[in-house]
């Protein structure tokens, strides 16, 4: 087992990226739906968010912190120029024959405060999430991963939900329900983590045969910002 850098592009490093993003788009598309599970009212991103989580703790598990975080920046840029057709194409001049514009408006529509809300909570709870795993992954030899990828979950997903949560309602629920909503995304979140767990073991595996790689981030630039080859 090779226990250095990922210096090559792979067929599946690419598929995991392609996934990762991919959810990442899906979820901010859907998120302006509320849905009920379990007698909660929760946006129907969780669905599908939960698992660029666990993408990231593979990409992170198998590829290292330095890939994790290239990966992370690709996602943020490539959501950035969702958001921009979105907009563009809403404020372009409809056809005459197109009468759902009020109904497009509504549902791919946004508002300054929510996006800065879902972009800063996006880079605060995926950086803590890499960052986690990769510490702890170095601590305990590589030994238990369902310790470091529920623990790097925990705290992600607690800042994701506490960032978005606050920036995005902060002065508009009541503080009582602002509290609640954070808490329960929170767990909601991290229960999906733990009950995939399994899956998260079985890809991690595979692609740690198949690609010959099991990065350990010992000398790594943790910054969220380097560039570099550390």
């Keep these: 087992m090779v226990r250095a850098s990922a210096q090559q592009h792979s067929t599946w490093f690419?598929?995991?990226?392609?996934?990762?993003?991919?959810?990442?788009?899906?979820?901010?598309?859907?998120?302006?739906?509320?849905?009920?599970?379990?007698?909660?009212?929760?946006?129907?991103?969780?669905?599908?968010?939960?698992?660029?989580?666990?993408?990231?703790?593979v990409l992170t598990e198998v590829y290292g912190y330095r890939r994790a975080r290239q990966v992370i920046w690709l996602a943020f840029a490539c959501n950035l120029l969702a958001v921009a057709a979105i907009w563009l194409s809403q404020v372009l001049p409809g056809a005459e024959i197109w009468d759902a514009q009020p109904a497009y408006e509504r549902i791919l529509g946004f508002t300054p405060r929510l996006l800065l809300a879902s972009f800063c909570a996006y880079l605060v709870g995926e950086f803590a999430?890499?960052?986690?795993?990769?510490?702890?992954?170095?601590?305990?030899?590589?030994?238990?991963?369902?310790?470091?990828?529920?623990?790097?979950?925990?705290?992600?997903?607690?800042?994701?939900?506490?960032?978005?949560?606050?920036?995005?309602?902060?002065?508009?629920?009541?503080?009582?329900?602002?509290?609640?909503?954070i808490v329960t995304q929170w767990l909601f979140k991290t229960g999906y983590e733990v009950i995939a767990t399994p899956l998260t073991y079985a890809v991690v595996n595979f692609l740690k045969r198949a690609e010959g790689l099991d990065v350990y981030d010992r000398t790594t630039d943790f910054s969220p910002f380097s560039w570099g080859e550390k």
């Design 14 to 57: 690419v598929a995991v990226v392609a996934l990762f993003i991919t959810s990442l788009l899906i979820a901010n598309i859907i998120a302006v739906k509320l849905v009920t599970l379990f007698g909660f009212v929760l946006p129907a991103a969780v669905i599908i968010f939960p698992i660029s989580y666990i993408l990231g703790d």
């Design 129 to 181: 999430n890499s960052f986690v795993l990769a510490k702890m992954k170095v601590l305990t030899e590589g030994r238990w991963l369902w310790s470091r990828t529920i623990a790097s979950t925990l705290i992600g997903q607690g800042l994701d939900s506490l960032v978005f949560i606050t920036i995005a309602f902060f002065g508009i629920l009541p503080p009582p329900l602002l509290l609640t909503t």
